[in-house]
T-cell receptor, first 117, second 112 residues
C-alpha cells in the first residue's frame, strides 16, 4: 500500500507555544488529506478535511483558529496547534487519499504524540 | 445518521484459536466498509475493504470479512490467531466526502 509519513513522531512543548505537525504522502499524490485526533483508548475523531490548494473543512466543534491546516502541495499537509494547552495533548493521525476512482483508499500516517506541559 | 458499532470492547482468544470481531453499520446507501488495525502508539494499517462484488473479502495477514447487507454487518474473521495479532481493531464506513466514520474499536488480547 501507499506510504504516509508524519513528523515529528512525538513532541513535547510548553503551554502557550505552537506546534507544527507534517503529513507527507511519499509515493503518491494526495488530493485529500484528513486529520484525526485520538484520545487514549478511544476511537479516532475526524478534525478536518484538507484538499490541495483550498481551505480545510473543519468538523463541528473543532476550532479552526486553534488547529491551522495547510495543504500547499499534493504531497504535504501541515497541522499547527496554536497556543497549545495541556488539554490539546493527544495522538494526532493524518491520512491521505487520492480519489482517482471510487475505490481508492485512505492511507494513514504513523501518528504524532503531542504532550503539552 | 451514519454510524459504526463495535459491540465488543475487549476480546481475548488463545493463540491458534479462531477469531471473529463484530461490526455493525448504519448507512443509507451501499456502504464502503473497512477494517483497520492499530498497534500501540502506531497509526492505522488497512486490513481489508469492501466496495462491491463478492461479499467475502480477503485481506492481509490471513484476515477476511463478510459483508451481510441483511444484517448490516461486516464481521472480521481469522481462522487461527497469532500472538502478533494482539492490537486494536477498527471498523469504518465511508460517509460523505470520503470521510471515514470509525467504530469505537475492539482490543484483541491473545493468550499464549
Amino acid at each position: 500500500g501507499a506510504v504516509v509519513s508524519q513528523h515529528p513522531s512525538r513532541v513535547i512543548c510548553k503551554s502557550g507555544t505552537s506546534v507544527k505537525i507534517e503529513c507527507r504522502s511519499l509515493d503518491f499524490q494526495a488530493t485529500t488529506m484528513f486529520w484525526y485526533r485520538q484520545f487514549p483508548k478511544k476511537s479516532l475523531m475526524l478534525m478536518a478535511t484538507s484538499n490541495e490548494g483550498s481551505k480545510a473543512t473543519y468538523e463541528q466543534g473543532v476550532e479552526k483558529d486553534k488547529f491551522l491546516i495547510n495543504h500547499a502541495s499534493l504531497t504535504l499537509s501541515t497541522l499547527t496547534v496554536t497556543s497549545a494547552h495541556p488539554e490539546d495533548s493527544s495522538f494526532y493521525i493524518c491520512s491521505a487519499g487520492s480519489r482517482q476512482s471510487s475505490t481508492d483508499t485512505q492511507y494513514f500516517g504513523p501518528g504524532t504524540r503531542l504532550t503539552v506541559l | 445518521a451514519q454510524s459504526v458499532t463495535q459491540p465488543d470492547i475487549h476480546i481475548t482468544v488463545s493463540e491458534g484459536a479462531s477469531l471473529e470481531l463484530r461490526c455493525n453499520y448504519s448507512y443509507g446507501a451501499t456502504p464502503y466498509l473497512f477494517w483497520y488495525v492499530q498497534s500501540p502508539g502506531q497509526g492505522l494499517q488497512l486490513l481489508l475493504k469492501y466496495f462491491s462484488g463478492d461479499t467475502l473479502v480477503q485481506g492481509i495477514k490471513g484476515f477476511e470479512a463478510e459483508f451481510k447487507r441483511s444484517q448490516s454487518s461486516f464481521n472480521l474473521r481469522k481462522p487461527s490467531v497469532h500472538w502478533s495479532d494482539a492490537a486494536e481493531y477498527f471498523c469504518a464506513v465511508e460517509g460523505s466526502s470520503y470521510k471515514l466514520i470509525f467504530g469505537s474499536g475492539t482490543r484483541l488480547l491473545v493468550r499464549p
